[in-house]
Every structure is written in structure tokens, then in C-alpha cells.
């Protein structure tokens, strides 16, 4: 798995959709803050990359990237890839886990799918480096303070107020 752990790291975080043929894609998705009302916080933007097993025809990335760095014809780069690729979902699919390296965890789930966790530095955003969760405090309500009622002079008293007052 030398050519596809050198290259997947950098590849995802530059790319929203990177297939691997012969293994499948990930895509990533922007999301936006949001409030976590269980967790009583404010979660930052972040990019949610998922792994999807069907995507298996070549986008080219994946191999481009190999051929330029290797110094290798396409066609070989995507030979490699693709070989590297089979032994990877033959990996995965006798040990049920397969970890790729400053990328994530890909593993069988218990419906029979290939799914993905991601490592964490590649779900944050460069427009959101360096934030963190916000934890919220709840909000105690009080009963408002009274307030003073002042009466309001009668009709009868104006003439008397005017005299003070000119």
C-alpha cells in the first residue's frame, strides 16, 4: 500500500471526491456550525468525508498523482494503484479493519458495508482552523424585578403642575 498511503493524505484534503479503483470514493461535504443540543455546544464548520464502495470507475486523481511523483507512465501508475487497490479490499474484507495511514479507518459494518472514520484533521476546514467546540451554558430564568409604579397625575392636578413649571 506504498502508493496509495503516500498520496491519499494530501489527495483528500486537496479534493472533495477521490476514487480509489477497484476499493471505491471519498467525498467530502462541507458543514456548516451548527448548535449540538444534546451536548449543549456550538461545533464548529467542519468537512464530513465519507467513503462510498461504489464508486469505482477512475477519476484519474489517485494515478495522476502517482505517475508525476514516481516518474512513471500513467498507465503503470494506474496498474499499480488498481493492484494495490485489489490487495487492500482483500485486506479488508479478511481482517474487517483497515487503517490508512493520517487518513482514517476503513471497516466492514454490521450491515456488510465498507464504511469510514475519519481522522479528525481532515474534517476541519481551513476557514475554521484552530476553532473549538463551544460549550453553552442554559439559560436560568429569574422573575423580573418590579418595578416602582409611579401614578400619573390627574387631569385636575395639569393646571397646578403648568403654574409650578412656568
Known sequence: MAFIESHLHRLVLDHDCLVIPVLGGFVC???????????????????????????????????????????????EALHAVEEEAAQLRATLHRQRSVVLQRVGRLFIGENGATQFMAEAELERLLDG???????LKPLVRTEAPEVPVIPFPTPTRWPRIAAAIG
Open 129 to 135: 482552523f484552530g476553532l473549538q467546540r463551544i460549550p
Open 29 to 75: 461535504n462541507e458543514q456548516p456550525a451548527r448548535c449540538d443540543a444534546v451536548a449543549n455546544e456550538l461545533v464548529p464548520p467542519r468537512r464530513a468525508i465519507q467513503f462510498n464502495e461504489r464508486l469505482l470507475h477512475n477519476d484519474g486523481v489517485l494515478a495522476h498523482a502517482v505517475s508525476v511523483a514516481e516518474g512513471m507512465p500513467y498507465a
